[in-house]
């Protein structure tokens, strides 16, 4: 069973933009980290960012930085990508994740994550 839903992906031009939305499929802890990974072909799932809904803290691939924005949205219990100036080479399913913790902990590894989507496709032409 999906335990988070992604939403938001789509085909856009190189320089375009989409907002991917990731929302539990059941009521979980606010006490959480939610994390944002892509897959590109024949590869292992990357991260792309991860924000504490505790406190706000976020951290961003270097690959993304400047370019894409997470938050989060209590009243909607939805945390978001905003991907601007998107690229060829962002090209990817996209993946939120989550996990339920004590503290302001963020986790870049795949590993750390609990709750998974069933992913998104992002593509982005030239």
């Known amino acids: 069973q999906v335990q988070l839903e992604e939403s938001g992906g789509g085909v856009v031009q190189a320089g375009g933009s989409l907002r991917l939305s990731c929302v539990p499929t059941?009521?979980?802890?606010?006490?959480?980290?939610v994390a944002w990974f892509r897959q590109f072909p024949g590869k292992a799932r990357a991260f792309v960012a991860a924000?504490?809904?505790?406190?706000?803290?976020?951290t961003y691939a270097d690959s993304v930085k400047g370019r894409f924005t997470i938050s989060t949205d209590s009243a909607e219990d939805t945390t978001y990508l905003q991907m601007n100036s998107l690229m060829p080479e962002d090209t990817a399913v996209y993946y939120c994740?989550?996990?339920?913790?004590?503290?302001?902990?963020?986790?870049?590894?795949?590993?750390?994550?609990?709750?998974w989507g069933q992913g998104t496709q992002v593509t982005v032409s030239s």
């Open positions: 059941e009521v979980i802890s606010a006490r959480r980290a």
């Open positions: 994740a989550a996990v339920l913790f004590s503290g302001d902990r963020l986790y870049r590894s795949p590993m750390q994550y609990d709750y």
């Open positions: 924000i504490n809904w505790s406190g706000g803290s976020t």
